[in-house]
Every structure is written in structure tokens, then in C-alpha cells.
Nanobody, 124 residues
Framework: QVQLDESGGGLVQAGGSLRLSCAAS????????MGWFRQTPGKEREFVAA????????SYADSVEGRFTTSRDNANNMLYLQMNSLRPEDTAVYYC?????????????????WGQGTQVTVSS
């Protein structure tokens, strides 16, 4: 069982930056590929980014490509999402997730463990 805990959300003006963190409880954190998703009220959870267990491979949604960067620190069981050039449409609750699947999953149903989410609000 992997427990995930996101932090770093908040209110930021358009064009600003935020860095989200996700702390994992499992000492086998490096066994998991990880992902970031976001969700707004009334909509399905949307893929944002994914990173392989080694950190060497990443995948991004078209809407965030070039603005967001995900990384991980396996020694400290940490996952990060650096968000730059934020836009009002990036406003959402952001979730980190872990999957045992051996590919960079982009669908929420492919992830096994989820954090509780952190709110990101971008004002115009």
C-alpha cells in the first residue's frame, strides 16, 4: 500500500509559477511509475504528466507541454510538478498517483494509488 500526500498548491496570478510536491510513504517508491492528474468540478480527472520509475522517461498532456515539468527523487520518496506560465484554465485540484504498470499510463483507471489532492487556483 502506497500512501501519497500532495502539497504546494495555492493561489497564483496568471503567468506565475508553482511547484507541487508529492511525498510517498512506501520504501519501494522507485518500483512505481508516477503520474499527475487534475480535476475541476463536474469534469473527469484529466491526465497532466507521467514519469517512469527511473525518472528517465516523461510524458505530458498537450495542454501543459513546455510549461510543466515533472521529476522525482527516489532517495527521498518525492515526486514534483514544476508549473510555469500558469493560466486560469490550469485551475483545478491536482493529484499525484502511483501505478505498477510498466508503461507511462495516461488514464486514471490505470493508476493504483492516489493522494488526496491539492488545490491550484490561477487568477487572471
Amino acid at each position: 500500500q502506497v500512501q501519497l500526500d500532495e502539497s504546494g498548491g495555492g493561489l497564483v496570478q496568471a503567468g506565475g509559477s508553482l511547484r507541487l510536491s508529492c511525498a510517498a510513504s512506501d520504501v519501494t517508491f522507485s518500483n512505481y511509475n508516477m503520474g499527475w492528474f487534475r480535476q475541476t468540478p463536474g469534469k473527469e480527472r484529466e491526465f497532466v504528466a507521467a514519469i517512469s520509475w527511473s525518472g528517465r522517461r516523461t510524458s505530458y498532456a498537450d495542454s501543459v507541454e513546455g510549461r510543466f515539468t515533472t521529476s522525482r527523487d527516489n532517495a527521498n520518496n518525492m515526486l514534483y510538478l514544476q508549473m510555469n506560465s500558469l493560466r486560469p484554465e490550469d485551475t483545478a485540484v491536482y493529484y499525484c498517483a502511483a501505478t505498477s504498470r510498466q508503461f507511462l499510463a495516461t488514464m486514471a483507471a490505470e493508476y493504483d494509488y492516489w493522494g488526496q489532492g491539492t488545490q491550484v487556483t490561477v487568477s487572471s
